[in-house]
């Protein structure tokens, strides 16, 4: 079974920086594409960005300029290093997996970030 786990959510002030892990177990972590989506109260789950594989970082334009999305193989870990954190970046963030073979998706089970002053 493919677990996710989040953790590095909270509160903080706008203008902060916040980094988020997610722990992956029970599959090749490097066979797996990872990637971060946040959903806002009220609004749909939206996709902030995914890594391939090889490191390669894919992050949506919205967010290119202060989100980083990065992975460590070896420690199965994904990690998304938010600054400039604005209030509208407030949203529960999820990190998901797909398997590269078979397609199949994971999901974690949500961290809150709430930025606000």
């Known amino acids: 079974q493919v677990q996710l786990v989040e953790s590095g959510g909270g509160l903080v002030q706008p203008g902060g920086s916040l980094r988020l892990s997610c722990v992956v177990s029970?599959?090749?972590?490097?066979?797996?594409?990872m990637g971060w989506y946040r959903q806002a109260p009220g609004n749909e789950r939206e996709l902030v960005a995914t890594?391939?594989?090889?490191?390669?970082?894919d992050p949506e334009d919205s967010v290119k300029d202060r989100f980083t999305i990065s992975r460590v193989n070896a420690k199965n870990t994904v990690y998304l290093d938010m600054n400039s954190l604005k209030p509208e970046d407030t949203a529960v963030y999820y990190c998901?997996?797909?398997?590269?073979?078979?397609?199949?998706?994971?999901w974690g089970q949500g961290t809150q970030v709430t930025v606000s002053s």
């Open positions: 029970g599959s090749v972590f490097s066979l797996l594409k």
């Open positions: 890594i391939a594989p090889d490191g390669t970082p």
């Open positions: 998901n997996a797909v398997a590269l073979f078979t397609g199949r998706t994971f």
